[in-house]
């Protein structure tokens, strides 16, 4: 009962981080919102009895994921509609 | 640019820690969940944290994006030869010729739960510190190539 | 039976802590009072969360159950040491960036880093 | 003793060997250039022998089946697994050994020409890299029973030619195409993962022909059968979704574009495999088979009247690439709308569709040897605008042969070889809708017409001043176009030999699912 | 144990509708690949979500506290893709970067001199 | 030698506390310790010039380990809970007279002000903002300046705790 | 003899040695022809020179026609249909994404209906 | 001896949510980013607690590679504010 309850909840969270992707236009705050679906979906991964794949998404989503979106956004433009330099 | 003395020195104790612990994961693959891939990542990460904390000027003297990409093919050779050896030997294509066999990571593995000893698996743990290796260099020269490309004002 | 009431004490005040940081981080007015709550606070939070799974196995370990449980200890005594250690130093890292990135304490009666530090 | 090794290993071997030469390729890169050179053109002469020695056993012993790891599928089978032979296997049988030897061939001209061609540029060992990961990719992808390898090889392939696209990444248009490739071909994956994860959810099995022999065609079946078209339709570049073909055409290295036929190609096996060994007489087979005409007309018509207004040289041959794609699509589109009736297969089903196959190939060669003269006359002129050139017929004359050769073939005109398969689909699909049958007899008019016209604008009229001493192609380059060109002669000269053994069992491996099934289960 | 079943196959069509629509809709090309991550995700949830059964646990023998085991084949498949996901957003993020220099744009409506 | 040794035991030591209670040879296996010593090398040979970058091997001495467990355990611990209530009843009220002051240290090492300021930082209530790095003066957010605090120009280390001299503890572990 | 075998394409064949050899008699017979012509031409006189409504032959370069202006008239009579077409190829990396999903919608509702 | 753990995974779950709320309000990216790491912590929480109730130590193993992974990303933006990448 309590883990459908809890499983619920993150799926609640998903898609809200994913609905805070689409509609931040401050692409760092998209960013860290796609870093906190990552630790999500590690999170999901975990309850549905997948620790290696938590694991990499761990690793992946939430570190170096995050860390090249932001170096890609320090060499391009942080706000979207501002795209041209 | 470096970042404040107290990250740098942090990250600097925190390095050693993150490569034995991805070196746990790779060698354990077989025992928990990990594996090449994931320990692989975890070693890049740590590789990634000293270079953020440090500047990526300082510590290009030491961590050299040739020594990384020889790293990867390297990885990715140890795997397909591990896996070609078998030919050789008459037998198919990733045949898991050591599993079993007594020698190195040679102990049969008893089936259903049970505690786990390192010295079994046969191929996989070595397919696994393969995967290490290519994933460590791989993961690190994307982030350094990254880095790379970026223009710095203050040069 | 005391190993079960400690573990038990020991969740609820992590929790707790945890709960407080939370509604720290959606109280307080700026970015630096809001890192006061959360970023140690949870970290406590956790801490005590760790200790209290610490504490359940070296009970189950006491009461002869299974070999399995140092291990349990050890590693969740690992994992709250390295949450310690790196929340300490992301937290300074983050306080830093974010000062330097020009956005200063919002309600705030000193502030002596201001100008002092390129 | 080691032949009978190289020959019982040749699938595990096919991919293996141009991914060693890959990944050593930066070690033997530091010695120096030319041994890197050897290196490479070696391991390719190797992978094409393979091809064509894995072609020949498969041609003349029926349907190879290569397990990894274990020496038969089923030798061993996990506890639980209700019977299936979990393994990982190969399955080669004549439609893959096809695709193999179109590998092979066209991947061996390539490389040999581009060891010329690309000379003078920078980085070439992650560019071979690159391009041996491609080739690994193709053949695996050609070669692999099983849909997830299908699935990881698609995306070697994805990422490698994606690296190629912007491989010459000072200029800027090459970038903007690589990223359009590969979005798109990014997301055309991860749609064909879901169809996997939704195979693996219903028959607890990723292996070709487990699947193929439990096939249901439920709802579900159903939307991955679609999710599967699509995104394979889409790589090989379909009308309505082929819009980055002529994008990543154009601005890829010359050679390279030679090779992402091929690849567009390996797509079109899939999509191939997917529709006939997969699904075969469960899906409905006339509205499957109308669609995949209908793209195919498609296809071919706005791919050439596309072409005709073209001015860069490279983009009207990629729009041509579409419009021949459109044949291939046209041919097998109608043999499998009349899969479920065996006089009407009969009767022109498996002409039609033999046709489609042996556009195939027909196509890898010309337009290979297509792209790499206009990479050849690029190479000297350093333009590829239409409205440029001029006269070149008078220092290039090799060149233009095989320009030659290749246009009419493409155009269809006897005695090349794009004629002998244009003329099967023709006269086979004239029976199933006549009107289809004359829509692609005026394409191929208007192909014709298109290359007349770059013909003209290339090579003929007088000599241009600013082209006055321009040299003949180097001679690396030359023995790469001629490769494909003498395949070309040959298969125009010999279009029943290749048809009746090489042709004529792939048509006949993709209708006969049974035997596809029963070579991989049998032994279980 | 999980009732919630289907709920997790209905969240997963929701992200893929999400990543989708902002690869589809969004100009900036950072945000396309942002979309094309969370897509991947979705994809990588499907796959475990299948092999998943009720009261099993992870396919790992060591010290295991039942012998009922999940899919250990969608882990599998979902760990390749999400290997294949990292080397795809690095290199389209290198691909931005590159654009960035040569256009001085990540705006997908300026990006396009290839075009007819 | 003496980094490549140094980082070489710790790593060893990381390893033993990851992989025990797999085997009869303490709590440990064979196999285990074999990868153990091998990988330990390995570490030490990568990382020998990060984990003694100031070239201060004071940390080398078992005793100094003790000790900082005690503090982690005793001192630290205690300061950590009280600041804790401190912030949750802020946290409650709302009662906060946030600011930021700058504190000087008289450590003298980099570990020692590294120490510092992570006890700093993890005790709720201030944070480590920055640092200056020729003089180590920290510059510290703390969240209830006392009223006439914020007239000082610097305050001494010690000043921070309450309860227990921190700053002496840290002298005595890291100097 | 396996190698001349024709190919037979469903309502008739194709053999294209039987096609080279009408065309070598064909080229031959009109070889023959032409060898039976008007030989008697000088080079360097008028008789060589084309004929174009009594003005001067321009220079070669001049004549050279640029591949641009091939089909001029064939793209101008089809003004409409192009007009439609090539608009749709915007360049736009969204659109490429829209068509594609668009066409899989497409697919997929004909697929299943008719299922 | 048996512990309920899921309750308190439950309250740790709603915290996460709690925190996603400070994500979508957020002013500035550092209020964003103090959120996701907040989250990560929490995140480690969870992993630990469920670890133990699924019974399986090897699970404690993906919540140090979260503490240790999820900094990087956090060092990453702290970076990039102070404008330092």
Not at chain 3, 92 to 118: F, Q, T
Not at chain 4, 30 to 42: D, F, K, L, M, Q
Request: hydrophobic share 55%; proline share 4%.
């Amino acid at each position: 009962m309590i883990e459908t309850i809890v499983h619920l909840l993150v799926l609640f969270g998903l898609v809200g981080t994913a609905l805070m992707v689409f509609f931040f236009r401050d692409l760092l705050a998209a960013t860290l919102a796609a870093g906190f679906f990552s630790f999500l979906v590690a999170l999901e991964f975990y309850i549905l009895q997948a620790p290696d794949v938590a694991i990499s998404q761990a690793a992946i989503g939430a570190g170096l994921t995050t860390a090249i979106f932001i170096i890609a956004i320090r060499a391009t433009t942080r706000y979207e509609g501002e795209e041209s330099r | 640019m470096k970042m404040s003395k107290i990250v740098r020195t942090g990250a600097n104790i925190l390095y050693p820690f993150v490569l034995i612990f991805g070196l746990y994961i790779v060698l354990h693959g077989h025992l928990t969940p990990g594996g090449g891939f994931q320990g692989g990542a975890v070693i890049a990460t740590g590789v990634v944290l000293v270079i953020v904390a440090n500047s990526y000027e300082a510590v290009t003297g030491m961590l050299q994006k040739v020594v990384f990409k020889a790293q990867e093919s390297l990885g990715l050779l140890l795997f397909i030869g591990a896996a070609a050896i078998a030919i050789t030997l008459g037998l198919p294509f990733f045949y898991n010729f050591l599993a079993n066999s007594g020698s190195i990571f040679g102990l049969s593995v008893p089936f259903g739960p049970n505690h786990g000893d390192l010295n079994t698996a046969g191929l996989i743990p070595i397919m696994n510190i393969a995967v290490g290796i290519e994933v460590w260099g791989g993961l690190t020269v994307i982030i350094l190539s990254m880095l790379s490309g970026l223009d710095r004002k203050e040069a | 039976m005391i190993g079960e009431a400690l573990t038990y004490v020991f969740l609820v005040i992590g929790t707790a802590f945890n709960t407080l940081g939370i509604i720290g981080l959606l109280r307080f007015p700026d970015v630096y009072t809001r890192m006061h709550a959360t970023t140690k606070m949870t970290t406590f939070g956790t801490t005590f969360t760790a200790l209290s799974v610490v504490v359940y196995a070296v009970a189950m370990f006491l009461g002869g159950n299974s070999v399995m449980f140092p291990s349990l200890a050890l590693h969740t005594i690992i994992a709250a040491l390295v949450l310690a250690f790196t929340n300490a130093i992301g937290s300074h890292a983050l306080a830093r960036g974010v000062h330097k990135s020009g956005c200063m304490p919002e309600p705030s009666v000193v502030d002596r880093l201001e100008g002092v530090l390129p | 003793m080691i032949t009978d090794a190289i020959i019982a290993n040749s699938p595990a071997l096919l991919v293996m060997i141009p991914l060693i030469a890959a990944f050593a390729c930066p070690f033997i890169g530091r010695i120096s250039p030319a041994v890197r050179n050897i290196w490479v053109v070696g391991a390719m002469v190797l992978t094409a022998a393979m091809a064509l020695l894995l072609a020949g056993e498969v041609l003349s012993g029926g349907t190879v089946v290569y397990t990894f790891g274990a020496s038969a599928a089923g030798m061993s089978i996990p506890p639980d697994s209700g019977g299936i032979p979990v393994r990982i296997v190969f399955t080669v049988d004549a439609m893959s050994a096809l695709m193999q030897i179109i590998g092979g061939v066209t991947g061996l001209a390539v490389i040999l020409y581009s060891i010329a061609s690309d000379r003078r540029h920078t980085g070439l060992e992650s560019y071979y890299t690159l391009y041996l990961l491609m080739i690994a990719g193709v053949m695996g992808m050609v070669s692999t029973g099983d849909l997830f390898n299908f699935f990881v090889f698609l995306e070697i392939l994805s990422i490698a030619s994606a690296g190629l696209i912007a491989y010459r990444i000072d200029r800027g248009v090459a970038v903007e195409a690589a990223v359009k490739y590969f979005v798109l071909s990014t997301i055309g994956a991860m749609v064909i993962l879901v169809a996997i994860g939704i195979f693996y959810g219903e028959y607890d099995a990723l292996n070709i022909a487990v699947i193929a022999s439990r096939m249901q065609f439920t709802l579900l079946d159903q939307v991955a059968l679609v999710l599967m078209i699509a995104a394979l339709g889409m790589k090989c570049g379909a009308v309505p979704m082929h819009f980055w073909t002529p994008d990543a055409y154009s601005m890829a290295p010359s050679s390279i574009t030679a090779m992402l036929v091929v690849a567009s190609q390996a797509s079109l096996y899939g999509l191939f495999r997917v529709v006939f060994t997969l699904y075969n007489v469960t899906l409905n087979a006339a509205t499957v088979g109308w669609i995949i005409i209908v793209l195919g007309v498609l296809s071919m018509v706005v791919g050439v009247t596309m072409a005709i207004p073209q001015k860069d040289v490279k983009r009207l041959m990629a729009y041509h690439a579409i419009s021949q794609t459109g044949y291939m699509l046209l041919g097998v589109g109608v043999g499998l709308a009349v899969l479920g009736n065996q006089s009407l297969l009969d009767a022109f089903g498996y002409v039609a569709m033999e046709g489609g196959i042996f556009h195939i190939i027909n196509h890898a060669m010309y337009k290979g040897l297509l792209f790499l003269t206009a990479g050849a006359i690029f190479y000297r002129i350093g333009t590829r605008n239409l409205n440029r050139m001029g006269g070149l017929g008078h220092n290039m004359k090799y060149t233009m042969v095989f320009f030659v050769i290749g246009a009419l073939a493409i155009a269809g005109i006897p005695p090349f070889n794009g004629f002998a398969s244009k003329l099967m689909i023709y006269e086979s699909v004239f029976m199933f809708n006549p009107i289809l049958s004359i829509i692609a007899m005026v394409v191929s008019i208007l192909t014709l017409a298109s290359f007349v016209k770059v013909f003209h604008s290339i090579f003929m009229g007088p000599r241009l001043p600013e082209y006055a001493d321009v040299k003949e192609a180097p001679a690396p380059m030359l023995i790469g176009m001629g490769i494909l060109a003498v395949v070309v002669v040959l298969f125009g000269l010999f279009p029943g030999v290749v048809v009746d053994h090489l042709i004529e069992p792939a048509a006949q491996a993709l209708v006969n699912q049974g035997a596809y099934i029963s070579a991989v289960m049998g032994g279980v | 144990m999980l009732a919630s079943f289907s709920v997790t196959y209905l969240v997963i069509v929701a992200l893929a509708v999400i990543g989708l629509a902002t690869a589809a809709i969004k100009r900036n090309l950072i945000k396309i690949f942002l979309g094309i991550t969370i897509f991947e995700s979705a994809v990588n949830l499907f796959l475990v979500t299948l092999g998943y059964r009720d009261g099993a646990v992870a396919p790992i023998f060591t010290d295991a506290p039942s012998t009922e085991m999940v899919m250990a084949t969608p882990q599998a498949l979902t760990l390749t893709s999400i290997v294949i996901g990292v080397a795809t957003s690095a290199l389209l993020l290198s691909l931005a970067v590159l654009i960035w220099k040569h256009y001085g744009t990540v705006d997908t409506d300026k990006i396009r001199r290839l075009k007819e | 030698m003496l980094p490549f040794l140094l980082t070489a035991i710790f790593a060893f030591s990381i390893w033993l506390v990851l992989t025990a209670g797999t085997g009869d040879i303490g709590l440990w296996s064979a196999p285990e310790l074999a990868a153990g010593v091998a990988l330990s090398l390995v570490t030490a040979g990568i990382t020998r010039t990060f984990l003694c970058r100031s070239r201060n091997f004071r940390m080398a001495n078992p005793a100094r380990w003790l000790l900082m467990c005690l503090y982690i355990l005793g001192p630290f611990f205690l300061e950590v809970t009280r600041a804790n209530l401190d912030v949750a009843y802020r946290v409650i009220t709302g009662r906060i007279r946030p600011g930021i002051i700058r504190v000087s240290s008289d450590l003298k090492t980099d570990l020692g002000i590294f120490m510092l300021a992570n006890s700093i930082t993890l005790t709720p209530g201030t944070i480590t903002v920055d640092i200056d790095e020729a003089t180590h003066d920290l510059y510290v957010h703390k969240i209830n300046l006392v009223p006439g605090e914020e007239k000082r120009e610097t305050f001494q280390d010690s000043d921070l705790f309450s309860l227990a001299n921190l700053p002496a503890w840290i002298r005595r572990i890291a100097e | 003899m396996d190698l001349i075998a024709s190919l037979y394409t469903g309502s008739g064949y194709w053999n294209p040695l039987v096609w080279l050899i009408a065309i070598v008699v064909v080229v031959v017979i009109v070889y023959l022809i032409w060898s039976r012509g008007e030989s008697g031409y000088k080079k360097g006189t008028l008789q060589t020179t084309p004929f174009i409504s009594g003005n001067p032959e321009p220079e070669k370069s001049g004549v050279h026609i640029p591949g641009g202006n091939l089909y001029w008239g064939y793209t101008e009579a089809l003004k409409g249909y192009y007009s439609r077409l090539v608009p749709l190829h915007t360049g736009r990396l969204n659109d490429y994404l829209l068509w594609y999903l668009g066409v899989t919608a497409i697919i997929m509702v004909v697929v299943v209906v008719t299922a | 001896m048996n512990i309920m753990w899921m309750p308190f995974v439950l309250v740790l779950v709603i915290l996460v949510l709690l925190a996603l709320v400070r994500l979508f309000l957020g002013p500035t990216a550092g209020d964003r980013a103090v959120s996701v790491d907040t989250v990560n912590t929490l995140v480690v929480a969870i992993l630990i607690l469920l670890g133990v109730y699924f019974k399986e130590v090897i699970y404690i193993d993906v919540a140090i590679v979260f503490a240790l992974l999820s900094f990087v990303g956090t060092l990453f933006v702290a970076k990039y504010l102070g404008g330092e990448l």
